[in-house]
């Protein structure tokens, strides 16, 4: 079967469990439903063992001693095939609330090329983790002080530091594009800008592992810069806003990769043996179009 018919069946499935919610009485907001079918069907694209995980992740099961034999909506379901598990749309963060407001489509990571195979087996880790493998290190140094955590960027790349380590040798590294999910999977931490810097770095994570530290990466002044109006509303307000995710990104958060203008063979054909999307494109690999703003931080 072609991978485009598994693709459609995995479509279709989808569509079928959603509307059996319905027929069990559970009726989600329209937004509700078109926004985990849009992720659904995006995952599906990728047609790996990985999609089953992510549809269980967004329509959880009811586990069936929380179903009223007697109730209406219960003798309902006695037409529903029994090998259909009866579903609910689960409850939204208000991280995830609030990142939907700001179209944010996905997270940010670069690495080097050479560490691709490794990170599309195995994800991505934290420094402290590696270090344990004995795999390489692009911050040995993490001066803010959180070896345990993944570093990703909102929308755009942390183009700042990204030149710092590629400048002239941009075709041997790869920009990841993640799955936004993983901010209101995970217990992230938000930062307003560069989370080495004193102020942010002595204070303790439980400031910036809430709702409240996310919405400040958005906000009209920081560091006394003014927020650019030619930037995106998913954009942070400085580019080196950083989130931290801990320990582990697993290889299913991984949507898209990007390429400064070439790929080695061997990773072209990793790429398409497994079915990931990736893309040649300088656009994620320059400045901001605020960039002018920020040249003194």
């Not at 054909?269 to 079915?275: A, C, F, I, K, P």
Request: some cysteine.
């Amino acid at each position: 079967m072609s991978r485009w018919n598994i693709s459609k069946r995995i479509k279709k499935k989808v569509s079928d469990v959603i509307d059996k919610a319905h027929r069990r009485g559970i009726t989600p907001s329209l937004q509700e439903i078109k926004s985990n079918k849009d992720r659904l069907y995006g995952l599906a694209q990728r047609v790996t063992s990985k999609s089953y995980e992510f549809i269980k992740s967004v329509l959880e099961p009811i586990p069936e001693e929380q179903i009223d034999p007697t109730s209406e909506k219960s003798q309902q379901t006695e037409t529903v095939e029994s090998s259909v598990p009866a579903i609910r749309i689960r409850e939204r963060s208000d991280i995830e609330i609030f990142s939907e407001s700001r179209q944010i489509r996905f997270l940010f990571h670069f690495t080097r090329a050479r560490n691709l195979r490794f990170i599309l087996e195995e994800g991505l880790f934290s420094n402290d983790k590696l270090n344990a493998m004995g795999r390489e290190v692009l911050d040995p140094n993490r001066n803010d002080g959180r070896p345990d955590h993944v570093c990703l960027s909102i929308s755009f790349p942390n183009y700042q530091m990204f030149f710092r380590y590629s400048s002239g040798e941009q075709n041997e590294w790869v920009l990841l594009l993640l799955c936004p999910s993983l901010l209101w999977e995970n217990e992230c931490l938000f930062f307003p800008y560069n989370a080495a810097k004193r102020e942010l770095k002595e204070r303790p994570s439980t400031s910036f592992n809430n709702v409240a530290a996310f919405r400040d990466m958005f906000d009209q002044n920081i560091q006394g810069n003014t927020r650019s109006n030619q930037i995106h509303c998913s954009y942070t307000t400085s580019p080196q806003a950083e989130v931290m995710v801990p320990r582990h990104v697993p290889v299913s958060k991984i949507l898209e990769i990007h390429f400064y203008n070439s790929l080695s063979p061997p990773n072209r054909q990793l790429l398409e043996s497994n079915n990931f999307r990736y893309v040649i494109s300088r656009r994620y690999f320059g400045p901001r179009s605020d960039f002018q703003l920020w040249r003194q931080h």
